[in-house]
């Protein structure tokens, strides 16, 4: 899957026990029209790519890597399949072949599907997915991806140094798949990397991207999971966890999975200072412990103030240049945007109770809360906090933080706490249109001037959206229950977790898939 419709249900089934490595996943797309029937000629094309594409795929110089189109519209199939840059041509050919049968197996009728196998990834659908590569649509926030993620943790000697060593072995991964684009190594795979860190215990991990990215892509896409694996499984020590995207592949595990020696062989990063030793009053030792105490505590000072210069001058250089690569929550700070602590919001919602409960929808619940300081205020509890979650999180902060307008419901801030992820809005008082339109029992239906200033409202909302904000922003969502009615009916657009931000010069755009609510 690859842009970011969350108003299509998407399923995610485990096909395969877990072990020490990733089990098998398929990925249904289950939108409108993303159904075929069986005996059909959709079928009899994708079952003619199934029996044709693991041999295309595991040939010499296909390299693991093979796309392909079966079939005239409206039944043509569309397929990729990318084997990890380690399996050789049986194991790629197996891994291909049953990848189509537990994609079938696991999401039956469907015609959208992308299964993640240990050792390949295998998409079919009746839609041009490979359209998204091209410049004018490559939106690598808009990508869809799995995370994966043991259940048992590593006894580690520190979870901040196992942390630390995580994120050396991966960042290392992911500059070194992203420079096999330009290498004249004919013998090394494009954007494929593996590495072995010596740690207690010894981790490994892959990096990888699908060859007909870009090697800009490729380094967006790889460097999304960098970012994701710090925010979400850091402060842990999971035995492995995966990432995984039609587009790339990010991987550590504890374990050897990949065949071969290491293409990179690291040693782990120095572990966290010591504490100072107790100065010993000893006899004839207080001196020499003294002055190796004051020594260690001068040494310590030193590199304590080279790490904060180090931090100052990465922070000045953040606030003065903002590049391409920066992830979309590192750009909340300059929006003036509160980050909330997880106690506060229990404490303001009376622990998220269902007597504060304003409404529930696809994508979370809303919670009336008040502030410490008597501010009252609008908790959103997203659901499917692992991709789907941060995803919305990452496009509502992003978008609202810097929107300023009286018919846009105001982001008062967020909070991102292991897997709670909240968002904190203006209380509106009187709810959403919906309410009024919809439920006669309240017996307050809006009279026309009413209407009319409603829909005025809204669409002024719009236009500031499209054309006079310094963001053009597309809704992609616009519905009643998105509406939001303040005290004097003055309407406020809500929800942003599905827009699509369009460059600047852009009036139009072209995607693959519906979004929004059916």
């Known amino acids: 899957m690859m842009l970011a419709g969350y108003g299509i249900l998407a399923v995610v089934l485990v ?32 079952n003619h790519l199934a029996a044709e ?21 409206p039944d043509q199939v569309f397929a990729l399949a990318l084997c990890r840059g380690d399996v050789n041509a049986t194991a790629c050919r197996a891994c291909v072949a049953a990848a189509f049968v537990d994609g079938k197996n696991a999401c039956p009728g469907i015609n959208g599907v992308t299964v993640y196998e240990d050792a390949c990834v295998v998409r079919f659908s009746g839609q041009r997915f490979m359209d998204f590569l091209s410049p004018d649509q490559w939106q690598v926030t808009e990508m869809i991806w799995v995370p994966e993620q043991a259940s048992e943790s590593v006894n ?21 798949a992203v420079a096999t684009a330009t290498g ?29 990215l870009t090697q800009e892509q490729c380094k967006e896409c790889l460097n999304t999971f960098l970012f994701q694996a710090k925010q979400v499984y850091f402060g842990k020590s999971l035995s492995w966890v995966g990432m995984n995207s039609v587009w790339c592949r990010l991987m550590y595990s504890v374990r050897p999975f990949y065949g071969g020696r290491a293409m990179l062989q690291l040693s782990a990063p120095p572990p966290p200072a010591a504490e100072a030793p107790v100065l010993s009053l000893e006899p004839g030792a207080g001196k020499k412990k003294s002055a190796a105490g004051i020594a260690a505590v001068v040494a310590s000072s030193v590199v304590v103030l080279l790490i904060l210069s180090f931090f100052a001058v990465v922070l000045f250089r953040r606030r003065s240049k903002v590049t391409e690569t920066d992830h979309q929550l590192r750009k909340i700070t300059r929006a003036q945007c509160l980050i909330f602590d997880l106690p506060a919001l229990q404490e303001a919602t009376d622990n998220f109770s269902d007597n504060n409960k304003l409404g529930e929808g696809g994508y979370g619940i809303v919670y009336k809360g008040v502030l410490s300081d008597g501010q009252e205020v609008a908790v959103k509890k997203l659901l499917g906090t692992s991709e789907h979650g941060l995803d919305q999180l990452q496009n509502e902060v992003l978008l609202l ?15 991102l706490h292991q897997g709670e992820t909240l968002l904190v809005y203006e209380y509106v008082k009187n ?32 236009l500031y959206l499209h054309e006079d904000s310094s963001l053009r922003i597309i809704h992609r969502d616009l519905k009643s229950n998105n509406i939001l009615l303040g005290e004097d009916m003055e309407p406020k657009i809500a929800d942003f977790g599905l827009a699509r931000l369009l460059e600047e010069g852009h009036t139009n755009t072209r995607t693959t898939r519906i979004v929004g609510t059916l």
């Open 15 to 46: 096909l395969l026990p877990p072990s020490a490595t990733p089990a098998g996943i398929a990925d249904c797309d289950l939108g409108v029209g993303n159904t075929y029937v069986g005996n059909s000629t959709f079928e009899a094309n994708l």
């Open 53 to 73: 594409l693991p041999g295309n795929v595991s040939t010499a110089h296909t390299g693991g890597f093979a796309v392909a189109t079966v079939g005239a519209d």
């Open 156 to 176: 580690a000697p520190a979870v901040g140094w196992f942390n630390a060593a995580i994120a050396k072995i991966l960042a290392a991964l992911v500059d070194h």
């Open 184 to 212: 004249n190594n004919s013998t090394t795979k494009k954007y494929f990397a593996t590495g072995e860190e010596d740690f207690d215990p010894n981790i490994y991990g892959f990096a990888q991207c699908v060859p007909d």
């Open 401 to 415: 933080a810097e929107l300023q307008h009286k018919n846009l419901v105001k982001l008062q801030g967020f909070c």
């Open 431 to 462: 709810g959403s249109l919906d309410n009024f339109l919809f439920d006669t029992s309240r017996g307050n239906t809006p009279n026309w001037e009413q209407l009319y200033n409603i829909i005025f409202g809204i669409a002024k909302g719009i």
